[in-house]
């Protein structure tokens, strides 16, 4: 899945906020009924995507190349003055070339405040132990906002009416999140349903617990 941040240079979005706007992106784009019901378009592909290992892009727009990808097919979320828009999933090979002109890497947002959505029904915990850019840690909290809705689905399926509940309210409230970032003694004690485990292709050396997220 390739997910793009709206950059701005001269007014540049706070690095949690971009986190925040890239997991809601990711599970709007999941939850869409164009995602979901298998005769409407995007089924086929995002089914596929995620039967097998769920890797994401992040790259970076501004101006009219930030323009030229909303007509692509996908999700743009937004929090605070960030904006990010999650693709359709695909081949790397068929990446289309509004997306693949954009640079990937280096992508880093000023850390100007913690996070406003202390209200928000999930929240993803990224790691003290490894120091992430901005496009490593918006794929990372993806990850997690992802496999957060994915378990409490499973747990809706199961009849458990606590994730029930859950999913149901961060659906009406635009599956908005909160993300965070641990101290070492918080990241040490925690114990959290969803776990994501980087497997070191990127930034970090070897596999590597990044985010983790609960509700």
């Not at 992106?25 to 979901?36: E, F, G, N, Y």
């Not at 954009?102 to 405040?113: E, F, K």
Request: aromatic fraction near 6%; charged fraction near 25%; proline fraction near 5%.
């Amino acid at each position: 899945m390739q997910l793009v941040i709206h950059r701005n240079k001269h007014d540049p979005a706070n690095h949690l906020d971009v986190l925040e706007a890239a997991g809601m992106a990711v599970v709007q784009l999941l939850a869409d009924p164009r995602s979901t019901d298998p005769q409407d378009p995007w089924a086929a592909a995002v089914a596929h995507w995620r039967a097998g290992w769920i890797r994401k892009v992040v790259r970076r727009a501004e101006n009219k190349r930030w323009d030229d990808v909303q007509r692509l097919d996908g999700v743009t979320a937004a929090s605070g003055r960030a904006q990010v828009r999650a693709f359709i999933p695909g081949p790397v090979s068929s990446v289309p070339p509004e997306i693949r002109k954009l640079q990937v890497g280096g992508t880093q947002l000023p850390r100007l405040h913690d996070s406003t959505q202390d209200d928000a029904w999930v929240t993803v915990e990224l790691t003290p132990e490894v120091e992430l850019s901005t496009g490593k840690a918006a794929a990372q909290v993806g990850h997690a906002a992802q496999l957060a809705y994915e378990h409490l689905s499973e747990r809706c399926a199961a009849r458990d009416s606590d994730a029930a509940r859950v999913l149901v309210a961060w659906r009406q409230d635009g599956f908005r999140i909160r993300a965070v970032t641990s101290t070492g003694e918080q990241w040490a004690a925690a114990d959290r349903p969803v776990r994501v485990l980087d497997a070191g292709l990127t930034e970090i050396s070897g596999a590597t617990e990044t985010a983790r997220a609960h509700w």
